[in-house]
C-alpha cells in the first residue's frame, strides 16, 4: 500500500468539513481521478499486451462492506482482458491440461504494481493540486449564488 502526505493536510480537512457533503464528494472524485489517471497512464505505458493497454481504466466504486461506504478510485481493467491480467502481472507455472497437452509457462511482466509505485509522487502531487483547484472554484461559485460545476471552463489557473 502506497502511503503519502500532502502539508497542509489539517487546512485542506477543516475546508471541506464546511461544505455540503455533496460538494466534499465532487471534490475529492474530481482530485482521486486526476491522480489515478497519472497512474493509469503509467500502466498503459508499461503493459505489455495492446488488449492489456486498452483495457487499463480508471473506476469509481464504494466500500460497500464498511459503515460510511466511502467512494474510492481503482486502476481496473475491462473484460475480456481482466482474466488475462495476472498472468502476465504474476507469471505462470509450467502446466499441463488434462488431457496430457504442455501448455508451457510464463515469466513474469508486472505492470501495475511497477506503474503504482513510480506514479504515486506524480499522482500524489496531482491529487493536492485539482483539490486545491477545486476548492477554490466551489468557494468561488458558492460565494457568487451560481451552480457547482468542477468542468474545465469553470478553471482560471
Do not use: C, W, Y
Not at 465532487?26 to 500502466?43: Q, S
Request: glycine fraction near 6%; proline fraction near 6%.
Amino acid at each position: 500500500m502506497t502511503q503519502f502526505t500532502i502539508t497542509g493536510g489539517p487546512e485542506i480537512e477543516r475546508v471541506l468539513r464546511e461544505m455540503p457533503r455533496r460538494l466534499q464528494r465532487k471534490a475529492l472524485v474530481n482530485a482521486f481521478r486526476a491522480g489515478a489517471n497519472i497512474v493509469k497512464k503509467d500502466a498503459q505505458s508499461r503493459a505489455p499486451h495492446p488488449t492489456l493497454r486498452k483495457a487499463i481504466t480508471v473506476a469509481r466504486g464504494t466500500t460497500r462492506n464498511r459503515p460510511n461506504k466511502n467512494t474510492i478510485m481503482m486502476i481496473a481493467l475491462r473484460k475480456p482482458a481482466s482474466s488475462l491480467a495476472h498472468l502476465f502481472e504474476f507469471g505462470t507455472q509450467e502446466r499441463r491440461q488434462r488431457n496430457g497437452r504442455f501448455t508451457g509457462r510464463m515469466t513474469a511482466q508486472p505492470f501495475l504494481r511497477p506503474a503504482m509505485d513510480a506514479g504515486s509522487p506524480a499522482a500524489t502531487q496531482a491529487i493536492a493540486r485539482v483539490l486545491k483547484e477545486n476548492i477554490m472554484i466551489i468557494a468561488r461559485q458558492l460565494t457568487r449564488g451560481q451552480k457547482i460545476s468542477l468542468a474545465k471552463k469553470n478553471r482560471i489557473f
